[in-house]
């Protein structure tokens, strides 16, 4: 069983409708396939959620698996700002995101590979 990181623009394509990712992520699921999330994205997602959306948002959380954000992985977001804020303009979301995925382990599913220049951590890939 694989484990993924979901970016919040992933999760804001998956609830629009946004094909391939509307159609992927349920035949990822399907397939026993565990995507997380964390509190940074939730607060992403509800800072951008449209009139009519809320109990929709609500429902996809309770089929993603939730990663809790540490100390740790706040020293590597540190890290991460520290080299990259100026050069790439990574923000502390973006930070937060990448420092959770190295820190677990694990792919970061992600439709805006430009902020995460970091070389320490792995992208998911849908498969074609």
């Known amino acids: 069983m694989a484990e993924t990181l979901l970016d919040s623009d992933v999760i804001i394509a998956w609830l629009r409708g ?22 940074v994205s939730v607060a992403e997602i509800f800072a951008r959620v449209r009139k009519g959306e ?46 959770a995925a190295h820190s677990e382990g694990i792919p970061l599913w992600t439709l805006k590979r430009k902020h995460y220049p970091m070389r320490d951590i792995q992208f998911f890939s849908p498969p074609r």
């Open 18 to 39: 946004y094909d391939p990712i509307a159609r992927l992520i349920p035949e990822l699921l399907q397939k026993g396939e565990v995507l997380a999330w964390t509190p």
């Open 54 to 99: 809320e109990r929709q948002v609500e429902n996809l959380f309770l089929v993603l698996e939730p990663l809790s954000l540490s100390a740790a992985m706040g020293r590597k977001a540190g890290q991460y700002l520290r080299a990259y804020s100026r050069s790439h303009g990574v923000e502390l979301a973006d930070a937060f995101l990448a420092a």
